[in-house]
Protein backbone atom coordinates (compact mmCIF):
# COMPACT_ATOMS: atom_id res chain seq x y z
CA UNK A 1 0.00 0.00 0.00
CA UNK A 2 1.75 3.42 -1.31
CA UNK A 3 2.20 5.98 1.81
CA UNK A 4 3.60 6.39 4.91
CA UNK A 5 4.07 2.32 5.60
CA UNK A 6 5.35 1.68 1.87
CA UNK A 7 8.04 4.65 2.49
CA UNK A 8 9.07 2.64 4.96
CA UNK A 9 9.29 -0.51 3.37
CA UNK A 10 11.27 1.02 0.16
CA UNK A 11 13.50 2.64 2.18
CA UNK A 12 14.97 -0.71 3.36
CA UNK A 13 16.72 -2.99 0.84
CA UNK A 14 16.63 -6.42 1.96
CA UNK A 15 20.86 -6.50 0.70
CA UNK A 16 21.77 -3.60 2.84
CA UNK A 17 22.32 -4.66 5.94
CA UNK A 18 24.64 -1.59 7.12
CA UNK A 19 21.64 0.41 6.05
CA UNK A 20 19.23 -1.98 7.44
CA UNK A 21 20.75 -1.02 11.06
CA UNK A 22 20.83 3.41 10.61
CA UNK A 23 17.32 3.02 8.31
CA UNK A 24 14.48 2.83 11.58
CA UNK A 25 15.89 6.50 12.31
CA UNK A 26 16.11 8.06 9.29
CA UNK A 27 12.41 6.85 8.81
CA UNK A 28 11.33 7.59 12.59
CA UNK A 29 12.33 11.36 11.81
CA UNK A 30 11.46 11.73 7.96
CA UNK A 31 8.00 10.45 8.36
CA UNK A 32 7.30 12.05 11.83
CA UNK A 33 8.82 15.46 9.83
CA UNK A 34 6.26 14.94 7.29
CA UNK A 35 3.53 14.76 9.64
CA UNK A 36 4.38 17.59 11.48
CA UNK A 37 4.95 19.72 8.73
CA UNK A 38 1.19 19.05 7.40
CA UNK A 39 -0.13 19.67 10.39
CA UNK A 40 1.66 22.27 11.00
CA UNK A 41 0.56 24.26 7.75
CA UNK A 42 -2.89 23.62 8.87
CA UNK A 43 -2.58 24.93 11.82
CA UNK A 44 -0.69 28.46 10.34
CA UNK A 45 -3.57 28.75 8.14
CA UNK A 46 -5.73 28.81 10.76
CA UNK A 47 -3.88 30.74 12.92
CA UNK A 48 -3.14 33.23 10.37
CA UNK A 49 -7.41 33.40 9.40
CA UNK A 50 -7.73 33.67 13.26
CA UNK A 51 -5.75 36.38 13.29
CA UNK A 52 -7.35 37.88 9.99
CA UNK A 53 -10.30 37.14 11.45
CA UNK A 54 -9.29 39.39 15.10
CA UNK A 55 -8.47 42.20 13.14
CA UNK A 56 -11.68 42.60 10.34
CA UNK A 57 -13.86 41.16 11.36
CA UNK A 58 -14.11 39.95 15.42
CA UNK A 59 -17.29 39.37 15.60
CA UNK A 60 -16.87 36.24 14.23
CA UNK A 61 -15.96 34.81 17.44
CA UNK A 62 -19.81 35.34 19.09
CA UNK A 63 -19.60 31.52 16.95
CA UNK A 64 -18.94 29.08 19.22
CA UNK A 65 -18.19 26.46 16.33
CA UNK A 66 -15.77 28.83 15.04
CA UNK A 67 -14.32 29.20 18.13
CA UNK A 68 -14.18 25.36 18.85
CA UNK A 69 -12.92 24.82 15.40
CA UNK A 70 -9.75 26.89 15.89
CA UNK A 71 -8.99 25.80 19.82
CA UNK A 72 -9.54 22.07 18.59
CA UNK A 73 -7.02 22.77 15.36
CA UNK A 74 -4.38 24.32 17.67
CA UNK A 75 -4.87 21.55 20.27
CA UNK A 76 -4.47 18.59 17.43
CA UNK A 77 -1.62 20.57 15.84
CA UNK A 78 0.12 20.55 19.58
CA UNK A 79 -0.65 17.43 20.48
CA UNK A 80 0.53 15.75 16.99
CA UNK A 81 4.37 17.40 17.87
CA UNK A 82 4.23 15.05 21.36
CA UNK A 83 2.75 11.42 19.72
CA UNK A 84 5.56 8.58 18.59
CA UNK A 85 3.94 8.53 15.32
CA UNK A 86 7.11 6.09 14.16
CA UNK A 87 5.23 3.27 16.11
CA UNK A 88 1.79 4.44 14.77
CA UNK A 89 0.10 2.46 11.86
CA UNK A 90 -1.43 4.41 8.77
CA UNK A 91 -4.86 4.18 9.61
CA UNK A 92 -4.04 5.84 13.22
CA UNK A 93 -2.07 8.57 11.19
CA UNK A 94 -4.94 9.40 8.49
CA UNK A 95 -7.00 10.31 12.39
CA UNK A 96 -4.87 13.91 11.53
CA UNK A 97 -6.70 14.82 8.25
CA UNK A 98 -9.66 13.23 9.52
CA UNK A 99 -9.81 15.36 12.71
CA UNK A 100 -8.49 18.88 10.76
CA UNK A 101 -11.18 18.31 8.27
CA UNK A 102 -13.98 18.17 11.32
CA UNK A 103 -12.27 21.49 13.11
CA UNK A 104 -12.21 22.82 9.69
CA UNK A 105 -15.88 22.08 9.23
CA UNK A 106 -16.75 23.56 12.48
CA UNK A 107 -14.83 27.04 11.66
CA UNK A 108 -16.87 27.24 8.35
CA UNK A 109 -20.33 26.40 10.16
CA UNK A 110 -22.96 29.28 9.46
CA UNK A 111 -20.07 31.16 8.99
CA UNK A 112 -17.89 32.28 5.57
CA UNK A 113 -18.22 29.26 2.85
CA UNK A 114 -14.63 30.70 1.92
CA UNK A 115 -13.38 28.89 4.60
CA UNK A 116 -14.25 25.62 3.25
CA UNK A 117 -11.31 25.99 0.87
CA UNK A 118 -9.21 25.27 4.43
CA UNK A 119 -10.30 21.64 3.02
CA UNK A 120 -7.79 21.57 0.53
CA UNK A 121 -5.24 21.08 3.14
CA UNK A 122 -6.63 17.73 4.43
CA UNK A 123 -7.45 16.63 1.44
CA UNK A 124 -4.09 17.14 -0.67
CA UNK A 125 -2.59 15.85 2.57
CA UNK A 126 -4.60 12.25 2.13
CA UNK A 127 -4.34 12.40 -1.73
CA UNK A 128 -0.58 12.58 -1.40
CA UNK A 129 0.33 9.77 1.13
CA UNK A 130 -3.18 7.44 0.37
CA UNK A 131 -4.69 5.83 -2.13
CA UNK A 132 -7.71 6.47 -3.74
CA UNK A 133 -10.48 4.73 -1.07
CA UNK A 134 -8.80 6.46 1.78
CA UNK A 135 -9.26 9.96 -0.78
CA UNK A 136 -13.12 9.21 -1.28
CA UNK A 137 -13.31 8.31 2.29
CA UNK A 138 -12.41 11.84 3.15
CA UNK A 139 -14.32 13.67 0.39
CA UNK A 140 -17.50 11.69 2.25
CA UNK A 141 -16.70 12.94 5.35
CA UNK A 142 -16.50 16.38 4.17
CA UNK A 143 -19.85 15.92 2.06
CA UNK A 144 -21.07 14.15 5.58
CA UNK A 145 -20.40 17.74 7.38
CA UNK A 146 -21.45 19.92 4.58
CA UNK A 147 -24.99 18.15 4.14
CA UNK A 148 -25.47 18.40 7.65
CA UNK A 149 -24.50 21.94 8.08
CA UNK A 150 -26.95 22.52 5.35
CA UNK A 151 -30.29 20.80 6.88
CA UNK A 152 -28.89 21.75 10.15
CA UNK A 153 -29.33 25.73 8.55
CA UNK A 154 -31.84 26.23 6.08
CA UNK A 155 -31.80 23.80 2.25
CA UNK A 156 -31.30 27.02 0.14
CA UNK A 157 -30.24 26.61 -3.87
CA UNK A 158 -27.55 28.95 -3.28
CA UNK A 159 -26.54 26.70 -0.56
CA UNK A 160 -27.02 22.90 -2.29
CA UNK A 161 -24.85 24.64 -5.68
CA UNK A 162 -22.07 26.00 -3.35
CA UNK A 163 -22.13 22.32 -1.44
CA UNK A 164 -21.45 20.51 -4.96
CA UNK A 165 -18.74 23.05 -5.88
CA UNK A 166 -16.99 22.85 -2.48
CA UNK A 167 -17.33 18.98 -3.18
CA UNK A 168 -16.21 18.62 -6.98
CA UNK A 169 -13.06 21.33 -6.42
CA UNK A 170 -11.86 18.88 -3.81
CA UNK A 171 -12.73 16.11 -5.63
CA UNK A 172 -11.19 17.33 -8.45
CA UNK A 173 -7.53 17.94 -7.26
CA UNK A 174 -7.84 14.97 -4.93
CA UNK A 175 -7.94 13.06 -7.77
CA UNK A 176 -5.51 14.81 -9.89
CA UNK A 177 -2.95 15.04 -6.81
CA UNK A 178 -3.33 11.12 -6.06
CA UNK A 179 -2.84 10.64 -9.95
CA UNK A 180 -0.10 12.59 -9.86
CA UNK A 181 1.22 11.36 -6.71
CA UNK A 182 1.14 7.36 -7.76
CA UNK A 183 3.36 8.42 -11.15
CA UNK A 184 5.68 9.78 -8.96
CA UNK A 185 6.05 6.83 -6.94
CA UNK A 186 5.98 4.67 -9.43
CA UNK A 187 8.69 6.79 -11.20
CA UNK A 188 10.58 6.47 -7.38
CA UNK A 189 9.89 2.83 -7.65
CA UNK A 190 11.90 2.90 -10.46
CA UNK A 191 14.62 4.51 -10.09
CA UNK A 192 15.78 2.78 -6.71
CA UNK A 193 14.93 -0.26 -8.41
CA UNK A 194 17.57 0.84 -11.01
CA UNK A 195 20.16 2.30 -8.19
CA UNK A 196 20.28 -1.29 -6.87
CA UNK A 197 20.89 -3.03 -9.80
CA UNK A 198 23.47 -0.64 -10.61
CA UNK A 199 24.63 -1.19 -7.03
CA UNK A 200 24.76 -4.82 -7.66
CA UNK A 201 26.48 -4.21 -10.76
CA UNK A 202 29.14 -2.36 -9.38
CA UNK A 203 29.64 -4.84 -6.76
CA UNK A 204 30.02 -7.55 -9.11
CA UNK A 205 32.58 -5.62 -10.82
CA UNK A 206 34.42 -4.87 -7.48
CA UNK A 207 34.50 -8.27 -7.40
CA UNK A 208 35.88 -9.23 -10.54
CA UNK A 209 38.17 -6.57 -10.22
CA UNK A 210 39.39 -8.41 -7.20
CA UNK A 211 39.87 -11.32 -8.10
CA UNK A 212 41.68 -10.22 -11.39
CA UNK A 213 44.13 -8.26 -9.20
CA UNK A 214 44.65 -11.56 -7.12
CA UNK A 215 45.15 -13.34 -10.26
CA UNK A 216 47.68 -10.92 -11.29
CA UNK A 217 49.44 -11.13 -8.15
CA UNK A 218 49.42 -15.23 -8.08
CA UNK A 219 51.38 -15.66 -11.61
CA UNK A 220 55.39 -16.01 -11.43
CA UNK A 221 55.99 -13.74 -14.47
CA UNK A 222 56.40 -10.20 -13.42
CA UNK A 223 54.17 -7.95 -14.77
CA UNK A 224 53.77 -4.19 -15.08
CA UNK A 225 51.83 -1.90 -16.93
CA UNK A 226 52.93 1.12 -17.86
CA UNK A 227 51.49 4.44 -19.51
CA UNK A 228 52.91 6.64 -22.58
CA UNK A 229 54.95 9.31 -19.73
CA UNK A 230 56.55 6.12 -18.45
CA UNK A 231 54.23 6.27 -14.88
CA UNK A 232 53.85 2.78 -13.64
CA UNK A 233 50.25 2.14 -13.35
CA UNK A 234 50.15 -1.03 -11.73
CA UNK A 235 52.86 -3.91 -11.06
CA UNK A 236 52.60 -7.44 -9.45
CA UNK A 237 53.55 -9.22 -6.27
CA UNK A 238 56.31 -10.84 -8.94
CA UNK A 239 57.70 -7.73 -10.62
CA UNK A 240 58.20 -6.01 -7.10
CA UNK A 241 59.84 -8.79 -5.80
CA UNK A 242 62.14 -8.51 -8.82
CA UNK A 243 62.65 -4.91 -8.60
CA UNK A 244 62.71 -4.63 -4.34
CA UNK A 245 59.79 -2.18 -5.17
CA UNK A 246 57.66 -0.96 -2.06
CA UNK A 247 55.78 1.94 -4.10
CA UNK A 248 54.98 1.17 -7.48
CA UNK A 249 53.89 5.16 -8.29
CA UNK A 250 57.56 6.00 -7.61
CA UNK A 251 59.93 2.69 -8.92
CA UNK A 252 62.76 4.89 -9.57
CA UNK A 253 65.70 4.32 -8.14
CA UNK A 254 65.40 0.91 -7.86
CA UNK A 255 68.70 -1.25 -6.58
CA UNK A 256 67.65 -3.80 -9.21
CA UNK A 257 70.28 -2.81 -12.31
CA UNK A 258 69.60 -4.26 -15.98
CA UNK A 259 72.83 -5.56 -17.70
CA UNK A 260 72.40 -6.63 -21.64
CA UNK A 261 74.36 -9.81 -20.98
CA UNK A 262 75.43 -11.57 -18.04
CA UNK A 263 77.87 -9.02 -16.45
CA UNK A 264 77.84 -7.10 -19.38
CA UNK A 265 76.55 -3.25 -19.71
CA UNK A 266 74.65 -1.81 -17.33
CA UNK A 267 71.59 -0.53 -20.10
CA UNK A 268 71.70 3.10 -20.32
CA UNK A 269 67.95 4.65 -18.32
CA UNK A 270 66.35 5.21 -21.78
CA UNK A 271 67.08 1.72 -22.82
CA UNK A 272 65.78 0.08 -19.72
CA UNK A 273 62.80 -1.98 -20.06
CA UNK A 274 60.09 0.17 -18.26
CA UNK A 275 61.64 3.11 -20.51
CA UNK A 276 60.84 0.83 -23.82
CA UNK A 277 57.64 0.12 -22.55
CA UNK A 278 56.84 3.53 -22.05
CA UNK A 279 57.18 4.94 -25.08
CA UNK A 280 55.33 1.81 -26.25
CA UNK A 281 57.95 0.03 -27.89
CA UNK A 282 56.63 -3.65 -28.77
CA UNK A 283 59.23 -6.69 -28.74
CA UNK A 284 59.14 -10.45 -28.14
CA UNK A 285 61.26 -12.71 -25.72
CA UNK A 286 64.21 -9.78 -25.80
CA UNK A 287 66.44 -11.43 -23.29
CA UNK A 288 68.45 -9.05 -20.67
CA UNK A 289 69.80 -9.81 -17.62
CA UNK A 290 68.79 -8.18 -13.99
CA UNK A 291 71.14 -8.09 -10.84
CA UNK A 292 68.99 -7.85 -7.78
CA UNK A 293 68.89 -6.09 -4.71
CA UNK A 294 70.28 -9.26 -3.04
CA UNK A 295 72.84 -9.80 -5.17
CA UNK A 296 71.84 -12.67 -7.79
CA UNK A 297 71.81 -12.23 -11.55
CA UNK A 298 68.09 -13.40 -13.50
CA UNK A 299 68.33 -14.38 -16.62
CA UNK A 300 64.79 -12.48 -18.12
CA UNK A 301 62.47 -12.64 -21.32
CA UNK A 302 60.74 -9.19 -21.48
CA UNK A 303 57.56 -9.16 -24.16
CA UNK A 304 55.37 -6.58 -24.23
CA UNK A 305 51.68 -5.71 -25.35
CA UNK A 306 49.66 -2.56 -25.84
CA UNK A 307 46.58 -2.12 -23.91
CA UNK A 308 44.04 -0.07 -25.67
CA UNK A 309 42.87 3.34 -23.80
CA UNK A 310 39.91 3.10 -21.67
CA UNK A 311 37.33 5.25 -20.33
CA UNK A 312 39.59 5.32 -16.86
CA UNK A 313 43.02 4.72 -18.20
CA UNK A 314 45.00 6.14 -20.97
CA UNK A 315 46.60 3.72 -23.10
CA UNK A 316 49.35 1.20 -21.14
CA UNK A 317 51.91 -1.13 -22.55
CA UNK A 318 51.76 -4.69 -20.68
CA UNK A 319 55.60 -5.62 -19.97
CA UNK A 320 55.81 -9.07 -18.97
CA UNK A 321 58.98 -10.55 -17.92
CA UNK A 322 59.84 -14.12 -17.73
CA UNK A 323 62.72 -15.68 -15.09
CA UNK A 324 64.39 -18.34 -17.55
CA UNK A 325 67.26 -18.16 -15.20
CA UNK A 326 67.31 -21.75 -14.61
CA UNK A 327 67.08 -23.16 -18.13
CA UNK A 328 69.68 -21.13 -19.26
CA UNK A 329 71.93 -22.11 -16.04
CA UNK A 330 70.80 -25.58 -17.41
CA UNK A 331 71.64 -24.88 -20.90
CA UNK A 332 75.09 -23.55 -20.36
CA UNK A 333 76.06 -26.58 -17.45
CA UNK A 334 74.94 -28.76 -20.89
CA UNK A 335 77.02 -27.10 -23.46
CA UNK A 336 79.67 -27.14 -20.76
CA UNK A 337 79.58 -31.18 -19.85
CA UNK A 338 79.13 -31.76 -23.64
CA UNK A 339 82.34 -29.93 -24.53
CA UNK A 340 84.24 -31.67 -21.75
CA UNK A 341 83.05 -34.88 -22.45
CA UNK A 342 83.63 -34.46 -26.08
CA UNK A 343 87.29 -33.23 -25.05
CA UNK A 344 87.43 -36.89 -23.21
CA UNK A 345 86.50 -38.71 -26.29
CA UNK A 346 89.30 -37.16 -28.96
CA UNK A 347 92.29 -39.22 -27.18
CA UNK A 348 90.85 -42.07 -26.87
CA UNK A 349 89.12 -41.79 -30.78
CA UNK A 350 93.00 -40.89 -32.05
CA UNK A 351 94.24 -43.68 -30.32
CA UNK A 352 91.56 -46.25 -31.82
CA UNK A 353 91.79 -44.87 -35.37
CA UNK A 354 95.56 -44.66 -35.06
CA UNK A 355 95.45 -48.60 -34.21
CA UNK A 356 93.01 -49.87 -36.80
CA UNK A 357 95.08 -47.11 -39.37
CA UNK A 358 98.21 -49.65 -38.32
CA UNK A 359 95.94 -53.12 -38.82
CA UNK A 360 95.08 -52.21 -41.97
CA UNK A 361 98.59 -51.55 -43.19
CA UNK A 362 99.41 -55.22 -42.83
CA UNK A 363 99.38 -57.72 -45.13
CA UNK A 364 98.68 -60.96 -43.59
CA UNK A 365 94.52 -59.74 -42.71
CA UNK A 366 92.02 -61.96 -44.08
CA UNK A 367 89.37 -60.24 -46.31
CA UNK A 368 86.91 -60.05 -44.32
CA UNK A 369 88.67 -58.77 -40.93
CA UNK A 370 89.78 -56.03 -43.41
CA UNK A 371 86.12 -55.26 -44.31
CA UNK A 372 85.40 -55.13 -40.47
CA UNK A 373 88.23 -52.72 -39.43
CA UNK A 374 87.11 -50.38 -42.64
CA UNK A 375 83.33 -50.05 -41.38
CA UNK A 376 85.32 -49.41 -37.67
CA UNK A 377 87.37 -46.68 -38.94
CA UNK A 378 85.04 -45.07 -41.25
CA UNK A 379 83.04 -45.02 -37.80
CA UNK A 380 85.37 -43.73 -36.17
CA UNK A 381 86.27 -40.95 -38.80
CA UNK A 382 82.68 -39.75 -38.45
CA UNK A 383 82.43 -39.54 -34.82
CA UNK A 384 85.91 -37.64 -34.79
CA UNK A 385 84.47 -35.08 -37.54
CA UNK A 386 81.58 -34.98 -34.65
CA UNK A 387 83.29 -34.13 -31.49
CA UNK A 388 85.69 -31.29 -33.88
CA UNK A 389 82.15 -29.71 -34.52
CA UNK A 390 81.16 -30.00 -30.98
CA UNK A 391 84.37 -28.59 -29.65
CA UNK A 392 84.22 -25.71 -32.36
CA UNK A 393 80.38 -24.96 -31.30
CA UNK A 394 79.55 -25.04 -34.90
CA UNK A 395 77.11 -27.45 -36.26
CA UNK A 396 78.82 -29.66 -38.95
CA UNK A 397 79.20 -27.69 -42.29
CA UNK A 398 76.58 -29.36 -44.54
CA UNK A 399 77.29 -30.31 -47.59
CA UNK A 400 75.51 -30.39 -51.53
CA UNK A 401 77.45 -33.44 -52.90
CA UNK A 402 75.72 -36.43 -55.17
CA UNK A 403 75.25 -39.16 -52.30
CA UNK A 404 74.37 -42.82 -53.44
CA UNK A 405 71.94 -43.74 -50.51
CA UNK A 406 72.13 -47.04 -51.31
CA UNK A 407 75.45 -47.09 -50.18
CA UNK A 408 74.71 -45.51 -47.14
CA UNK A 409 71.75 -47.70 -46.09
CA UNK A 410 73.83 -50.96 -46.86
CA UNK A 411 76.73 -49.20 -44.97
CA UNK A 412 74.53 -48.93 -41.90
CA UNK A 413 72.90 -51.90 -42.44
CA UNK A 414 76.24 -53.84 -42.52
CA UNK A 415 77.51 -51.74 -39.71
CA UNK A 416 74.21 -53.40 -37.87
CA UNK A 417 74.57 -56.20 -38.58
CA UNK A 418 76.61 -57.91 -35.29
CA UNK A 419 74.17 -56.42 -33.04
CA UNK A 420 71.13 -57.57 -34.85
CA UNK A 421 72.77 -61.19 -34.81
CA UNK A 422 73.45 -60.93 -31.32
CA UNK A 423 69.83 -59.96 -30.58
CA UNK A 424 68.86 -62.76 -33.21
CA UNK A 425 66.82 -60.13 -35.04
CA UNK A 426 66.16 -60.70 -39.29
CA UNK A 427 67.31 -58.07 -40.71
CA UNK A 428 65.66 -57.77 -44.31
CA UNK A 429 67.05 -55.19 -46.39
CA UNK A 430 65.38 -54.22 -49.64
CA UNK A 431 66.88 -51.35 -51.71
CA UNK A 432 67.11 -50.28 -55.24
CA UNK A 433 70.01 -49.87 -57.28
CA UNK A 434 69.77 -46.21 -58.34
CA UNK A 435 68.72 -43.90 -55.36
CA UNK A 436 70.70 -40.50 -55.52
CA UNK A 437 70.25 -38.01 -53.67
CA UNK A 438 71.76 -34.56 -52.91
CA UNK A 439 73.20 -33.81 -49.34
CA UNK A 440 76.00 -34.36 -47.08
CA UNK A 441 76.22 -38.35 -47.25
CA UNK A 442 77.95 -38.11 -43.34
CA UNK A 443 74.63 -36.35 -41.96
CA UNK A 444 72.47 -38.70 -44.09
CA UNK A 445 74.03 -41.81 -42.37
CA UNK A 446 73.67 -40.12 -39.02
CA UNK A 447 69.97 -40.35 -39.75
CA UNK A 448 69.84 -44.05 -41.24
CA UNK A 449 71.98 -45.06 -38.13
CA UNK A 450 69.64 -43.43 -35.72
CA UNK A 451 66.20 -45.13 -37.07
CA UNK A 452 68.03 -48.43 -37.93
CA UNK A 453 69.50 -48.50 -34.34
CA UNK A 454 66.14 -47.49 -32.98
CA UNK A 455 64.29 -50.75 -34.88
CA UNK A 456 67.25 -52.84 -33.76
CA UNK A 457 67.60 -51.43 -30.21
CA UNK A 458 63.47 -51.50 -29.36
CA UNK A 459 62.46 -54.79 -31.41
CA UNK A 460 62.78 -57.82 -28.75
CA UNK A 461 64.74 -60.92 -29.37
CA UNK A 462 63.19 -63.17 -32.57
CA UNK A 463 61.84 -60.01 -34.23
CA UNK A 464 61.72 -58.57 -37.97
CA UNK A 465 63.02 -55.53 -38.56
CA UNK A 466 62.70 -54.62 -42.65
CA UNK A 467 64.89 -51.68 -44.72
CA UNK A 468 63.48 -50.28 -47.74
CA UNK A 469 64.95 -48.03 -49.69
CA UNK A 470 63.27 -47.06 -52.85
CA UNK A 471 62.74 -45.00 -55.87
CA UNK A 472 59.22 -43.46 -55.88
CA UNK A 473 58.76 -40.76 -59.11
CA UNK A 474 61.15 -37.98 -57.68
CA UNK A 475 62.03 -38.98 -54.23
CA UNK A 476 63.90 -41.78 -52.66
CA UNK A 477 61.77 -42.98 -50.12
CA UNK A 478 63.63 -44.99 -46.90
CA UNK A 479 60.96 -47.33 -45.04
CA UNK A 480 62.72 -49.11 -41.76
CA UNK A 481 59.96 -51.39 -40.21
CA UNK A 482 60.38 -53.70 -37.38
CA UNK A 483 57.62 -55.95 -34.76
CA UNK A 484 59.09 -54.21 -32.04
CA UNK A 485 57.40 -53.01 -28.66
CA UNK A 486 55.98 -49.93 -30.28
CA UNK A 487 55.01 -46.39 -29.25
CA UNK A 488 51.56 -45.39 -27.47
CA UNK A 489 49.50 -42.89 -29.75
CA UNK A 490 50.05 -40.64 -26.68
CA UNK A 491 53.62 -41.00 -26.35
CA UNK A 492 53.66 -40.53 -30.36
CA UNK A 493 53.36 -37.04 -30.47
CA UNK A 494 56.02 -36.21 -28.09
CA UNK A 495 59.05 -38.41 -29.61
CA UNK A 496 60.17 -35.47 -31.41
CA UNK A 497 60.36 -33.26 -28.47
CA UNK A 498 64.13 -33.15 -27.33
CA UNK A 499 65.34 -35.81 -24.24
CA UNK A 500 61.67 -37.47 -24.89
CA UNK A 501 61.76 -41.03 -24.00
CA UNK A 502 58.22 -43.27 -24.58
CA UNK A 503 56.33 -45.16 -21.40
CA UNK A 504 57.23 -48.12 -23.49
CA UNK A 505 60.84 -47.55 -24.11
CA UNK A 506 61.60 -46.32 -20.55
CA UNK A 507 59.89 -49.54 -18.78
CA UNK A 508 61.84 -52.00 -21.15
CA UNK A 509 65.24 -50.47 -19.12
CA UNK A 510 67.09 -49.55 -22.64
CA UNK A 511 69.17 -46.90 -22.48
CA UNK A 512 68.62 -43.87 -24.65
CA UNK A 513 68.81 -40.23 -24.64
CA UNK A 514 65.79 -39.31 -26.48
CA UNK A 515 67.81 -37.02 -28.90
CA UNK A 516 68.18 -39.03 -31.67
CA UNK A 517 64.92 -38.74 -33.35
CA UNK A 518 64.98 -34.63 -33.02
CA UNK A 519 68.63 -34.78 -34.87
CA UNK A 520 66.99 -37.12 -38.05
CA UNK A 521 64.36 -35.19 -38.35
CA UNK A 522 66.41 -31.92 -38.12
CA UNK A 523 69.26 -33.31 -40.30
CA UNK A 524 65.94 -34.60 -43.20
CA UNK A 525 64.76 -30.93 -43.20
CA UNK A 526 67.91 -29.75 -43.85
CA UNK A 527 67.94 -32.08 -46.83
CA UNK A 528 64.65 -31.23 -47.71
CA UNK A 529 62.54 -33.91 -47.07
CA UNK A 530 60.60 -35.22 -44.61
CA UNK A 531 60.28 -37.47 -41.93
CA UNK A 532 57.22 -39.45 -40.51
CA UNK A 533 56.66 -42.37 -37.42
CA UNK A 534 53.25 -44.65 -37.38
CA UNK A 535 53.52 -46.80 -34.54
CA UNK A 536 51.09 -49.39 -33.20
CA UNK A 537 51.82 -50.51 -29.47
CA UNK A 538 53.47 -53.86 -28.95
CA UNK A 539 53.36 -54.48 -32.98
CA UNK A 540 56.40 -52.67 -34.37
CA UNK A 541 57.24 -48.88 -35.51
CA UNK A 542 57.73 -47.46 -39.14
CA UNK A 543 59.67 -44.92 -39.96
CA UNK A 544 59.83 -42.92 -43.20
CA UNK A 545 62.21 -40.87 -44.79
CA UNK A 546 61.31 -39.02 -48.04
CA UNK A 547 64.06 -37.58 -50.04
CA UNK A 548 63.97 -36.12 -53.42
CA UNK A 549 65.54 -38.24 -55.87
CA UNK A 550 68.49 -36.18 -58.26
CA UNK A 551 68.83 -37.48 -61.51
CA UNK A 552 72.31 -37.84 -63.58
CA UNK A 553 71.34 -34.20 -65.30
CA UNK A 554 70.68 -33.26 -61.84
CA UNK A 555 74.43 -35.03 -60.66
CA UNK A 556 76.33 -32.37 -63.44
CA UNK A 557 74.89 -29.52 -61.47
CA UNK A 558 75.94 -30.46 -58.11
CA UNK A 559 79.21 -31.57 -59.46
CA UNK A 560 79.84 -28.02 -60.68
P1 LIG B 1 68.91 -41.93 -28.43
O1 LIG B 1 68.95 -40.45 -28.42
O2 LIG B 1 70.09 -42.52 -27.79
O3 LIG B 1 68.60 -42.45 -29.79
P2 LIG B 1 66.28 -42.84 -27.85
O4 LIG B 1 66.34 -43.97 -28.77
O5 LIG B 1 65.53 -43.08 -26.59
O6 LIG B 1 67.69 -42.32 -27.46
P3 LIG B 1 65.08 -41.36 -29.98
O7 LIG B 1 65.82 -42.16 -30.98
O8 LIG B 1 64.97 -39.91 -30.18
O9 LIG B 1 65.63 -41.58 -28.52
O10 LIG B 1 63.64 -41.93 -29.89
C1 LIG B 1 62.73 -41.27 -29.05
C2 LIG B 1 61.80 -42.29 -28.44
O11 LIG B 1 60.94 -42.80 -29.46
C3 LIG B 1 62.48 -43.49 -27.89
O12 LIG B 1 62.87 -43.29 -26.56
C4 LIG B 1 61.39 -44.54 -27.99
O13 LIG B 1 60.56 -44.44 -26.89
C5 LIG B 1 60.64 -44.14 -29.23
N1 LIG B 1 61.05 -44.90 -30.41
C6 LIG B 1 61.77 -44.46 -31.47
N2 LIG B 1 61.90 -45.43 -32.39
C7 LIG B 1 61.25 -46.50 -31.92
C8 LIG B 1 61.00 -47.83 -32.42
N3 LIG B 1 61.49 -48.23 -33.58
N4 LIG B 1 60.28 -48.67 -31.64
C9 LIG B 1 59.79 -48.27 -30.46
N5 LIG B 1 59.99 -47.04 -29.94
C10 LIG B 1 60.69 -46.18 -30.66
MG1 LIG C 1 67.39 -43.65 -30.73
Given at each position: ?477 LTVSDTGIGISPADIERVFEPYFRAETARASGIPGTGLGMVISREIVHEHGGRLELTSALGHGTDVVVHLTAVDAADAERIAE
Amino acid sequence: MPGYADDRARELPSDAPSRRHDAPHRWISSRTRSIWHWQLAVAVAVSAITVTVALLSPETFTRPTFNAGVTLTIAVSAAALAVPWHRLSKPAVALLPAIDIITIGLMAHQGSELLTLLWVFPVTWLATHYTLPWLIAGLCEIAGILVTGTLVTAVTPDRTLSVIVVLLALAFIGITITTTARRTRAFRRLLERQFHQLERTLRRVEAQEKRAMALFNSVDTALARVDRRGVVRGANHAYRRLYAIGDVANPHPTAAVEYDTYRGNPLPPQRTMLARAGRGELFDDHRFWLFDAEGMWHALDATTSASPATPDEPEVTLLALRDVTAAVTAEQEKSTMTTMVSHELRNPLTAIIGHIDLLLDRDDLPADAIDNLTVVENAGQRMQRLITSVLDGSAPTPLAERVDLRRVVAASVDAFHPVAQTAQLTVEPAIDPDLHVSGDAFRLRQVVDNILGNAVKYTPRGGQVRVEARRVGREVRLTVSDTGIGISPADIERVFEPYFRAETARASGIPGTGLGMVISREIVHEHGGRLELTSALGHGTDVVVHLTAVDAADAERIAE
